[in-house]
């Protein structure tokens, strides 16, 4: 994954249709107990690698309410299985769908200090003025 929805959003939902990877779903759909605003689920988030801009941050209304987050792939399971943040999805056969076992494509322009500091998609690609 590395995109996060953070607390600025306003629940429009404006990025759930334009996601290509279906990994966004609304604050009422959210896997997170107390989920209070729409919510990329980890494990399917690709980063619109094949775009110059990922969808979601393309049609948010509000600058800088999408962020990046470390990459979804093994080096970070840790991250994001212990985290409060994300509710990984288990699925019946193969099991936790964590970066060990299914990681996820990742922007490699995109530093790993920008996304320890979940810089914003917009302020990285310059879609603000």
Not at 108 to 123: L, N
Request: with cysteine; aromatic share 8%.
């Amino acid at each position: 994954m590395a995109v996060l929805i953070t607390d600025s959003c306003i629940n429009c939902d404006a990025c759930i249709e334009e996601c290509p990877a279906t990994a966004i779903v609304s604050a009422d759909e959210s896997p997170l107990r107390n989920g209070e605003y729409t919510y990329v689920k980890p494990e399917k988030c690709i980063e619109c690698v094949d775009a110059a801009v990922p969808k979601c941050a393309d049609v948010c209304p509000t600058e800088e309410c999408i962020v990046w987050d470390m990459p979804y792939i093994p080096e970070y399971n840790g991250y994001f299985v212990h985290s409060d943040r994300y509710s990984i999805r288990e699925h019946k056969k193969k099991g936790l769908m964590s970066p060990a076992v299914s990681p996820m494509p990742w922007r490699e322009g995109i530093t790993i200090e920008q996304r320890k500091a979940h810089v914003s998609i917009g302020q990285t690609l310059r879609l603000y003025n």
